[in-house]
């Protein structure tokens, strides 16, 4: 199953003057040398510029943003987990209570879109001029397909971005809370809605629960929460209609429950982002040079993959600027430790990330 959560094609004609002329169809018969020629014409072309997403390409990691808007009792749940955790369970076990306590699907899809209001204006310009220039440009994320579809759609930078490499989310229905009676009688406490795919049939597949849910470690209990299932319907009055209602369900991008490890100990079991760039790397023949933007631990491995020609602009005072120090220190100790091999340029502002991928593009 192919998982990039592919965002509509980059839109040629977007208004530049300095953009170089399309290139004339190669005469040559070889594509390396077709490739060549156009890498001639315009260099921009042979740039991949990879971005993470949270706390790179916008200030915010977004599960926490949308906690802290829907249920900021919520947010430390995730704030408190350290790399290289899973994110993906107790996301998705956030994303159920929300869901028990009455956030609705369009909610959730509104406060998303009003979160793209907050993407600097430094990275909507730099996304801008690298797409005017030929440059393809990728979100490489933990966070999920969804979220950052919808923030990227808030801030009407979707057409930009060429992939984005993510964790798959969908939204699927949940079947209204069985009556009081037989939840007293399942022992469930009243909360255990059951998920059904809202796929078509012939994507369908078992619901896959993840770990995390049904855990009872947190929210069993449903006191509080606004939403148990009905116990206060009068006497005699034939019971409303259950609203229908979607429960947000991310899948990890790696599934190590069916695939097995994918044997980085660097990175959390549900994404290595090393192998997901070194994968399309080999897809892009054309990309001879990467320009990687990130902030956080799980960018680490990624950037160990990269070479000389490549480079690293990494926020400051984030941990990936704290380990690509670490590694040099102890590589030069010790010259079996591998470091990064890229140039590694920090960021302190977006103003500051957008003048650096415009010196490095090519
Ligand atoms: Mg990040
Ligand atoms: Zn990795």
Redesign the pocket.
Known sequence: MHRNASLPQLKTGVSGASLPAAPAPCPAASADVCAAEMLRRNPYEGTLLVCDFDRTLVDFDAGERLCDELAPELTSLLSSLQMPANFVPVTNTVLSEMQRRGVSRDRLVSCLREMGREVPLAVQRMLQWSARRGMETVVLSDCNSVFISHILTGARLNTLVRHVITNQASFQRVAPPPPASAAADDGDGGGGAVVEPAVPAAAARPPRVPSGFGSGWLFRSSSGSGLSSSTSAGAGKPPAAPAVAHRLVIEPRHDHRACGS?G?S??PANL????ELAALRASAPRARRVVYCGDGANDL?PCLGLGPQDVVLARAGHDLERLIAQRAAAAAADPGVRRVAAAVHVWHSHDELYRLVQQHAT
């Not at 290595?272 to 192998?275: F, L, M, S, V």
């Open positions: 994918h980085c660097l990175c290595c982002k090393g192998a491995c």
